[in-house]
């Protein structure tokens, strides 16, 4: 079984390499390529996983390469974590919205439009190539924005692009946790898009227990969410949020936090991930060590806009789990081992209220024929109205990428329900394109 990681040169490539290592399974995966774009960054991965490797029983081969085409020829499973435009670019997808007053995030609000813009052609090249000298590939795309990435992919690949994140895992996770029950026995409901979605039931020995987590404000205030959203409001919501929607039901607390800390989340990672690829390039024996410390400084500043001052992470949050979700999704196709798992895939008729081709984040059941929805909760009022007004700007994002018009580009982020004028959007638009060469380079037309 081959792997393809694009973005092989990436921070968080050891922790899918981490979990080939720990699975001795038949048809496991024995051969990984790392393919980048930075010969660099290639070279230090290759070193860690090494070095991550010592000790354990049969590790699968690793190569790199900077070729896409040799790197997908032959591949069972591509996984995609690409970062176009760096970290310079998630640093001026936060900026720029900033300097407008409106959200500056990586994923959400006109940052993860921005960011969007700029991945999506290079996604629809990747899905191209895919098709051209890995027809039957499956590709597990972690690329931000998951949601709108995957939507693109899918216009190529179809379903054979499946989107994964680990934050409704965690939140899962956290929840079960919350009640005393085994999280890996209990079964999560949950609906809505990537970092956009609602935990609606928590299955334990076939009951629904999470009216009775909702209903303890002591239990919820043990899980992130609960400290994040305050048990009064997930009791009015009657679900609890995705960690994400911190960004839409405390706009303003969000903005005045980054806008009060001393760097934004992109700026920290852009100093945290130099310093760590100068350092395993100087010190190349203590590469793995340098690698952990910084993985575990990451975690713990997760998010840390969104907790009080001081707040420590709980020490099993900082596990993530994206790994373990790609790992599963690929264990369920290649030996045809049912798993369920929550996905993002394409609607049909699975969310009513959202276009048949958006792509949505719900619970599957996986076999070698792929994720199918099963057991979706529903979708109404006004958490599908917010669905559907972000799913919109996926939708024209999309087209706007593909068709490289900045007045599609506009209309996204105008479109946009954290940005709070069309005035701002062409602002938006143009500190962009200004800041960010990936982005200028797609769009054709001055107008905006
Ligand atoms: C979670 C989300 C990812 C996101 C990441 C950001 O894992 O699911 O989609 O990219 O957080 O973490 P970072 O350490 O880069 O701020
Ligand atoms: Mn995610």
Redesign the pocket.
Known sequence: MKLTILGGGGFRVPLVHGALLADQGEGRITEVVLHDVDTGRLAVMENVLAQQAAGHDAPPRVTATTSLTAALEGADFVFSAIRVGGLAGRVADEQVALSCGVLGQE?TGPGGVAYGLRTVPVAIEIAERMADVAPSAWCIN?T?P?GMVTQAMQQVLGDRVVGI???PVGLGRRAAAALGADPAASGISYVGL??LGWLRRLDVDGADRLPELIGDPDALLRTEEGRLFGPAWIQDLGAIPNE?LYYYYFTREAIASIRGSARTRGEFLLDQQQAFYAAARQQPGAAYAGWVRARREREETYLAEARAEGEARAEEDLAGG?EGVALALMRAIAQDAPASLILNVRNGSTVPGLPADAVVEVPCLVDSAGPRPVGVPDLTGAELGLAQQVKAVDEVAIAAARSGSARLATKALALHPLVDSVTTARVLLEGYRARIPELARILSDRTV
């Open positions: 994923t972690f931000n998951a994140c680990d934050s990537n970092h994400y994206y």
